[in-house]
């Protein structure tokens, strides 16, 4: 790890959020070097204020630490017990956890620690793909079989996935059969259907960010880009509908060989007003 986080130089004992790498992109199956991202994205980050004109409030007033990148290996198993020991003690310790991917892969480890601590866990997740296969190239675990994980981890029903645009026949096919739900992107209506995910769905919320679900035409630099789909403003509104319940967060897919820096200082600006609106909300409820 070349440097922090932006504004994340908070001891760990004193911090209400974590941030952390997981360079690892070892199941990619079109664009490698998504384990260049999290040094990216921290790289990016540096180029905003701190102060979040959209929120109104100054990051400088948020304590926040960043962990570092774990140790990855070419051993997968042994990548994701890290990864949950870690995500583990930051729950346990009252502070919220912030992955920097790396590949999508990250999430259900992640998603395992924290419905461990929140057992009425649900899961929202923005992706180009429905990543709803049980194996992928001979591979449980790979980034294309995510939702499919998670679903095993939470239960199908407390699983929403947002922005999809790519599936084969057979996937949406089970998926279907099995009653996950999804929302296209392109959907017009997407604050209507974000209250409708509100209305159903009864608890904390960790969101998963795939960089992917956004067109494009805004973020190039990702291991599996997809026309058609979302905007960067409609992640910011899913992110503003579930602040007040998101006790855990990723941002996943940024693929840095493949990028000018847009994509990886869209990725650390997300993440910035993430960090802005949950923590806004946490103060507003005290």
């Given at each position: 790890?070349?440097?922090?986080?932006?504004?994340?130089?908070?001891?760990?004992?004193?911090?209400?959020?974590?941030?952390?790498?997981?360079?690892?992109?070892?199941?990619?199956?079109?664009?490698?070097?998504?384990?260049?991202?999290?040094?990216?994205?921290?790289?990016?980050s540096?180029?905003?204020?701190?102060?979040?004109?959209?929120?109104?409030?100054?990051?400088?007033?948020?304590?926040?630490?960043?962990?570092?990148?774990?140790?990855?290996?070419?051993?997968?198993?042994?990548?994701?017990?890290?990864?949950?020991?870690?995500?583990?003690?930051?729950?346990?310790?009252?502070?919220?956890?912030?992955?920097?991917?790396?590949?999508h892969?990250?999430?259900?480890?992640?998603?395992?620690a924290?419905?461990?601590?929140?057992?009425?866990?649900?899961?929202?997740?923005?992706?180009a793909?429905?990543?709803?296969?049980?194996?992928y190239?001979?591979?449980?675990?790979?980034?294309?079989?995510?939702?499919?994980?998670?679903?095993?981890?939470?239960?199908?029903?407390?699983?929403?996935?947002?922005?999809?645009?790519?599936?084969?026949?057979?996937?949406?096919?089970?998926?279907?059969?099995?009653?996950?739900?999804?929302?296209?992107?392109g959907?017009?209506?997407?604050?209507?259907?974000?209250?409708?995910?509100?209305?159903d769905?009864?608890?904390?919320?960790?969101?998963?960010?795939?960089?992917?679900?956004?067109?494009?035409?805004?973020?190039?630099?990702?291991?599996?880009?997809?026309?058609?789909?979302?905007?960067?403003?409609?992640?910011?509104?899913?992110?503003?509908?579930?602040?007040?319940?998101?006790?855990?967060?990723?941002?996943?897919?940024?693929?840095?060989?493949?990028?000018?820096?847009?994509?990886s200082?869209?990725?650390?600006?997300?993440?910035?007003?993430?960090?802005?609106a949950?923590?806004?909300?946490?103060?507003?409820?005290?």
């Amino acid at each position: 790890m070349s440097e922090f986080f932006a504004d994340a130089e908070s001891s760990y004992n004193e911090a209400r959020f974590v941030y952390y790498g997981y360079p690892f992109d070892g199941t990619a199956c079109f664009r490698k070097g998504a384990s260049e991202a999290p040094d990216a994205i921290r790289k990016n980050s540096y180029n905003f204020e701190t102060y979040l004109l959209e929120l109104g409030i100054d990051l400088s007033d948020v304590l926040a630490n960043d962990w570092g990148n774990l140790d990855i290996t070419d051993d997968q198993d042994k990548n994701e017990k890290l990864l949950e020991d870690l995500v583990l003690k930051i729950v346990n310790e009252g502070k919220f956890p912030i992955g920097l991917g790396g590949e999508h892969s990250l999430t259900p480890a992640a998603v395992k620690a924290a419905h461990t601590k929140y057992p009425n866990l649900a899961v929202v997740i923005l992706d180009a793909h429905l990543d709803f296969r049980n194996e992928y190239e001979g591979n449980t675990k790979s980034h294309a079989t995510v939702t499919r994980r998670i679903s095993d981890i939470v239960g199908i029903d407390n699983v929403r996935s947002i922005g999809i645009r790519s599936v084969s026949q057979s996937e949406i096919a089970e998926a279907r059969s099995v009653g996950l739900k999804f929302v296209e992107s392109g959907w017009t209506e997407l604050r209507e259907y974000l209250a409708d995910v509100i209305d159903d769905l009864d608890g904390p919320v960790y969101l998963s960010l795939d960089m992917d679900a956004i067109d494009p035409a805004f973020a190039p630099g990702v291991g599996t880009p997809e026309p058609f789909g979302m905007t960067p403003y409609e992640v910011i509104q899913t992110i503003n509908f579930f602040a007040d319940r998101i006790v855990g967060f990723d941002c996943v897919e940024v693929c840095p060989p493949h990028d000018n820096g847009n994509t990886s200082a869209l990725a650390a600006r997300l993440t910035r007003h993430l960090v802005g609106a949950v923590w806004q909300c946490q103060e507003r409820f005290k």
